[in-house]
């Protein structure tokens, strides 16, 4: 199956500062990536979608501005959540779609934040 | 958001045993698709179904796209302890995937 890669793997970082993840995909192009969050023992919550060359795509109650995303290239996408706060705490986990028929999404190891 | 109705939420089975799980939703999927999920990794895609009716096996895994498009099934033969996680369903609906709670399973060896 293809490859998608995230980094770092795991941040800690102090309120008010800002962290970013890298996912990429490694041995294929993602025109559309995605952005998950998942809380402990709970199930991945769409977070947003990442468009190469154009604006992501934000699901409802998300923060655009508190959650940056940026489609640089056609094999990265980045996440950055700025100003971060204890409740921004999560695992954070991207995917893309792949497969025959495009219908399938490979997510990444996932990036462990911690903000204290 | 929306999820998918899956069951059980958890499972603790004895080794060698077989294991069933399901989901089925109110809203037609075009795709399922099966995930594990292990402890502080990423979802790694087990079964991918694209047609209604579609039985498909990889190893002890088996998968079945329901003929209604609303549901779906993931068995497991004779399991062992390397197959405890989380197992995740996904329905496919436009270009986004919509999640099952997950069920967790733990194997007795």
């Known amino acids: 199956g293809a490859v998608v890669s995230q980094h770092p793997s795991w941040v800690i970082c102090k309120s008010g500062t800002s962290v970013k993840i890298e996912c990429r995909s490694l041995?294929?192009?993602?025109?559309?990536m995605f952005w998950y969050r998942q809380f402990p023992k709970q199930s991945l919550m769409l977070m947003a979608t990442?468009?190469?060359?154009?604006?992501?795509?934000?699901e409802q109650g998300v923060e655009k501005d508190k959650f940056l995303i940026n489609h640089a290239s056609l094999t990265l996408s980045t996440l950055t959540v700025t100003s971060a706060h204890p409740e921004d705490s999560s695992f954070y986990i991207c995917s893309a779609p792949g497969g025959p028929f495009q219908e399938t999404q490979y997510f990444g190891p996932g990036t462990r934040l911690l903000v204290l | 958001g929306q999820q998918l109705n899956q069951s059980p939420q958890s499972m603790f089975i004895q080794e060698g045993e077989d294991v069933s799980m399901n989901c089925t939703s109110s809203?037609?999927?075009?795709?399922w698709l099966w995930y594990k999920q292990d402890p502080g990794e990423g979802p790694v895609l087990l079964i991918a179904l694209y047609k209604a009716g579609e039985l498909t096996s990889n190893g002890r895994l088996t998968a079945q796209f329901g003929i209604t498009r609303k549901d779906s099934f993931l068995n497991i033969s004779a399991s062992i302890p390397s197959d405890v996680g989380i197992y995740f369903c996904a329905g496919r609906g436009g270009n986004k995937l919509v999640f099952g709670a997950g069920t967790i399973l733990r194997v007795k060896s």
């Open positions: 041995d294929f192009q993602a025109t559309t």
């Open positions: 809203s037609i999927f075009n795709t």
């Open positions: 990442s468009n190469e060359g154009s604006k992501a795509t934000y």
